[in-house]
Structure formats: C-alpha cells, structure tokens
C-alpha cells in the first residue's frame, strides 16, 4: 500500500516520520520550505526516549510522487481546500482519503470538494512542536483513533481500504491506533477539549495546568462546553452528559503542556479557531442554540492574534478648515453626479479609472479666513503638491475607482491626484490620503530621483 502524507508539521511529521522508519513507502506533499529542508537534511523527530531521521521521497507536486492509495491529511483546517484543490490532480475513487486534522466538518467539506472520493475519520492524540522546518519535537502521546464516516444522505464512497489495514499500518510502525465504532462522537469529545484549552492557554498566556488551577476558570470550562454539547446535539451527536468532568479529568496528565494554538500564536502563525469555537458559534446561529462564551472567546482570541482588519481606505481633509472632513470611497460616489467622471480617460489620455473633481472636496470642505492653496499629501509622506484654490477647482481630478473597485496601490491607489492641462508632473500625486488646507502655498515635495 502506497501512502502519502500531506503536510510535514507538529502531525504529519510525527506519524509519517515513524511509518517511514518503519519501512511504509509513504512519501510526503510539502510546502517550499518544508520541501528545501527535508531534502537538504531528512525529515527528523527528538522524542523523549528517541531521536531519529528519515529521508523521504517528497514533493511539491503530487504527480512527482507515487501513486498513493491512502491519502493522509495532517494540514492545518484552514488550508483543507487548497490542499484537496491540489490532490484533486491525482485523485480517483481507488484513492481513499484519512484525515487528521482538528475540528468536526473536515469530511462534510472534502466530500463537497470531492464527493466521490471515499474518506476515513481520524483524530490525532498528541503534543509535538515544529522545532524548525523538517525538525519535529515530541513531547506527550502518539495516539490516533480511525473509524467509518458514512452520514446517510447522501450514500458514502465505501474506502477501498480496509479500515483493519490501516490500523496494522500505524501499530506496525509502534503508533497505538484505536478503531472507533462511533467516530464522530469520538471527535466531537475531542473538539470538547480542544475548544477549551487550545484558546485558554493564549488567553491566559500560559500553560494547561494554569487554566485547571483557578476555580472560577473551571466555570468558564463548564460553559465553553454545555455550549458544544448543544451543538453537537442538534447535529446528531449525543455526548456524556459528565463530559465536562472528562474533559478536566483526562488534562491532569498533561496540565504542563502548551497547546498547537498558543505553539501557532507564538510563532506568528494563524490559529484554528474559526474552525474550533468559531465553528460552534456559526452552527449555533444556524441552530438557533445561543454561545454567548464561545462568542466571547472567538473575538478575543482574534483580538490577541490577528492584526485588525484594515478598514475602508479614508481621504482626509483637514488643516485650515472650520472642521476636518475624511471620505471613503463610497462617501465620495455620493458626491454631486455633475462632479463625476465615469471614465477619466476622456479628459486624460493614457489613464484609467472613475475619478471626481476636486472641486466637489474642496465645496464640502468650509476653510478658514484666509486660507487660499490646498496641499495633496501621499500616504506615505514622501510626495505632495500645493495648488491655489481655483487652480484645484478647475483642473484638479481625483481617481478613486478602476472597474468597478477601489483603486489598488499598484494603480496609484487608494486615490490618485492628476491635473489634466497644467502641464506640472508634481501635479500628479499617487497614493493621496490627504487633503490640506493652507493659508498660502504648502510645502511641495519631489521624488528623490527628480530634479
């Protein structure tokens, strides 16, 4: 049986590691960098009793590898559809599907991606860490449980693999697999845990044991999971009801570890927790079951892990005005129609665009006595040009949108000044954010590179 591993992280580079040790012909689907080091030095695991390294057949093109009857996903959720987008190359329905991957819809999705491809269920039991690309440290556990994922509608791809095989590959490579008769039962008792301490231990910037050890977060425990029990009720699956208790209990064995989440905070990488709380979250508003704490912990571990989203780009107008003024692209689309150019190339010859007038800005702007030239500032303050008043108003055009969407920074974005008829190229200022008012001229600025 040929296999192949996708994915050479905390998961992937464990279990393969140990089924090639073993001798399994399992090659391995990589990323560049993860390619770049396995082939430069092999595929290595620092375990508590052992250390090793394997040197695997790898690549970042499955058709460069052999054809695989068990396909096993070890990737991160969120990179679950491109990775089945890839697979999809090579495929068929003699190929059969084992993923390992965190969470309880990975095979409602790949069944969307790739509906005749048989899927086995897995879960993994372990705590392991990238190290460095290729270099995987294992600390706790090793485990996996498999089992059959046949939901009744529609019928299910039967895996041309017996799921007795697969389970003689794993412990033939000293990796205790259980088989499961109720899989996703098993894995919705996992996403209990994981939708617990995977966030907890980057709200508390700390370990397992840190969040057993305080009463009141035991209450928090408690909640995080009644509400996942709800959900996985109302998606046919019925959980012990001391499965809170369970949960606490199984992690006293463990209180000392970090979890993949805090790993992926710490190191900069994107977490899963759209696919874990925010999972719960999403299907509990299609259920119309309230997660008020599983809510709560979603924003705040985005909060802590992601930078803001950028928000609409802004034109600000300030200065020598009575009060500041900012415009966003589709403030500026309700400006008068008579100042609208739906296409800029009709008044300048080589540019692009829908743009207005300036002279609209400069009306809903109220400037202070005196001030009489108004200054455009590019974003990044390197660039700026000073026009008087009338000179703004008469021949002054500002792009803001090209085919129907905001101006990108390639293209001068996110609003671009040009003055048709000047003649005067400092006229022309990409990247402008803002709009100055002055009492005399403002300061212009040129591009290093010109004279």
């Known amino acids: 049986m040929n296999l192949m591993m996708v994915g050479a992280g905390a998961v992937g580079g464990f279990y393969g590691a140990r089924l090639v040790k073993a001798g399994v012909p399992c090659s391995f689907l990589l990323r560049p960098q993860t390619l770049a080091a396995v082939r430069q030095k092999g595929l290595s695991v620092h375990s508590v009793d052992q250390s090793f390294t394997v040197h695997p057949t790898a690549s970042g093109d499955p058709r460069d590898l052999p054809p695989p009857d068990l396909i096993i996903l070890s990737v991160k959720r969120y990179d679950l559809d491109e990775v089945v987008t890839q697979l999809q190359l090579i495929l068929g329905p003699q190929t059969t599907l084992l993923t390992l991957q965190n969470g309880v819809d990975t095979e ?40 059959s994922f046949r939901p009744s509608v529609p019928a299910q791809p039967i895996p041309s693999i017996d799921l ?7 412990e033939g490579a000293g990796i205790p697999c259980q088989m499961s008769p109720d899989i996703m039962r098993t894995k919705w008792e996992k996403m209990c845990w994981n939708v617990v301490f995977n966030p907890l231990t980057v709200l508390i910037n700390d370990r397992v044991s840190k969040a057993l050890s305080h009463p009141e977060m035991r209450v928090m425990i408690r909640l995080i999971i009644e509400e996942a029990v709800l959900v996985a009720r109302a ?5 012990a009801p001391d499965i809170a208790d369970k949960v606490i209990q199984s992690s006293q064995e463990i209180r000392d ?25 999403r299907r509990g508003l299609a259920f119309g079951i309230r997660t008020p704490v599983n809510e709560a912990v979603c924003a705040l571990i985005k909060t802590i892990t992601e930078p803001a989203p950028i928000g609409p780009v802004l034109l600000r107008i300030d200065g020598q005005v009575i009060q500041p003024l900012a ?3 589709e403030a500026l689309t309700r400006l008068p129609a008579s100042e609208q150019i739906p296409d800029v190339s009709v008044e300048a010859a080589g540019m692009n665009g829908q743009a207005i007038r300036v002279r ?3 009306n809903a702007a109220t400037a202070k006595i005196g001030a009489d030239h108004v200054t455009f500032h590019s974003s990044d303050g390197q660039y700026a040009t000073s026009l008087h008043f009338n000179e703004a108003a008469e021949s002054s055009i500002l792009i803001y949108k090209r085919d129907g969407r905001p101006l990108s920074k390639d293209e001068g974005g996110p609003f671009r000044l ?13 990247g402008v954010a803002r709009i ?12 290093p590179e010109k004279p």
């Open 257 to 281: 570890i970090h979890t993949s989440m805090f790993d992926d905070w710490k190191s900069g990488r994107r977490t899963e927790i759209d696919y874990l709380n925010g999972y719960l979250v």
């Open 418 to 430: 040009i003055t048709p008829g000047l003649g005067d190229w400092c006229a022309n200022v990409k």
């Open 164 to 170: 007795q095989a697969v389970k003689a590959l794993f």
């Open 235 to 239: 998606e046919g699956v019925d959980l």
């Open 327 to 329: 415009f966003d692209v």
């Open 360 to 362: 609209a800005l400069l």
């Open 108 to 147: 409602v999705r790949i069944r969307e991606l790739a509906p005749g491809i048989p899927v086995i269920s897995g879960v993994a039991y372990i705590y392991s860490r990238v190290a460095e690309p290729a270099v995987i440290e294992h600390y706790k556990k090793g485990t996996v449980a498999i089992g």
């Open 436 to 447: 100055e008012f002055t009492v005399g001229p403002g300061k212009d600025t040129c591009p």
